[in-house]
């Protein structure tokens, strides 16, 4: 089998399994500095490899706002595939540092891991079976929200979640000016293709928090959101 470093943009293939979000090539022009991707013979895998360049440095890296990178394929790749594809990366990428998914990597070879845990909801149960789950919590802070009167409504201002993002979380968490430049141009690419939807949740006219989500491939992913002190309180 054949690899090469194919630095064209590509839509991902339909069909392909194990499709991410986070693999499609608008996606990755969004987020990352550059990107090329490996590639198996006439693109029967792909695996994206976002990069960039520091002090001369070529770096293989997990661009914010992308959660995992993945191989795609016409089938699930095998875990000598996979160590195939980690030992083609070009030797020019001095250090590399991304996420895959835990069934990946089971059995890669000659790479440091961490684990990292995410969340994931199950859809497939019907809403009381789900609600089951919730954390006393989690139930009650939904009966508070049904008590408030409050209201999910479909929104498209996106300068108006920057702004609400900006003074109640993107400060705490450092973001720069580039990060809030590439977020906004992401949530404009999902609202674009029909792939991003924007949310608030309000009393009235009033807005006390917003949310912003990916729905693809059978598959909702929260991106990022954002609430006032009364939304928190409400």
């Not at 139930?139 to 049904?146: C, D, L, S, Y």
């Amino acid at each position: 089998m054949k690899f090469g470093l194919d630095i064209r943009a590509f839509a991902v293939v339909e069909g392909f399994s194990a499709l991410s979000l986070y693999c499609y090539s608008w996606y990755l022009d969004a987020v990352a500095d550059n990107w090329g991707a490996l590639v198996m013979g006439n693109y029967e895998f792909i695996m994206p490899i976002p990069y960039t360049v520091k002090k001369g440095q070529s770096i293989l890296y997990q661009p914010f706002f992308s959660q995992q990178l993945n191989v795609l394929g016409k089938e699930l790749p095998s875990i000598e595939l996979i160590n195939q594809f980690m030992a083609s990366i070009p030797q020019k990428f001095k250090l590399a540092q991304f996420n895959f998914p835990n069934y990946l990597i089971q059995g890669v070879t000659d790479f440091e891991r961490e684990e990292v845990v995410c969340q994931y909801l199950d859809l497939k149960q019907d809403y009381e079976a789900i609600a089951s789950g919730y954390s006393t919590n989690a139930k009650r802070q939904i009966k508070k929200g049904f008590k408030n009167e409050l209201q999910v409504i479909e929104a498209e201002d996106l300068e108006a979640f920057v702004s609400l993002f900006k003074g109640t979380v993107g400060y705490k968490l450092k973001f720069t000016e580039d990060d809030y430049s590439r977020l906004k141009t992401l949530m404009e690419f999902g609202l674009a293709n029909n792939s991003g939807k924007l949310f608030s949740v309000q009393k009235g006219d009033e807005v006390l928090a917003m949310g912003y989500f990916f729905i693809q491939n059978k598959r909702i992913t929260y991106l990022k959101g954002a609430s006032t002190i009364q939304g928190r309180d409400t």
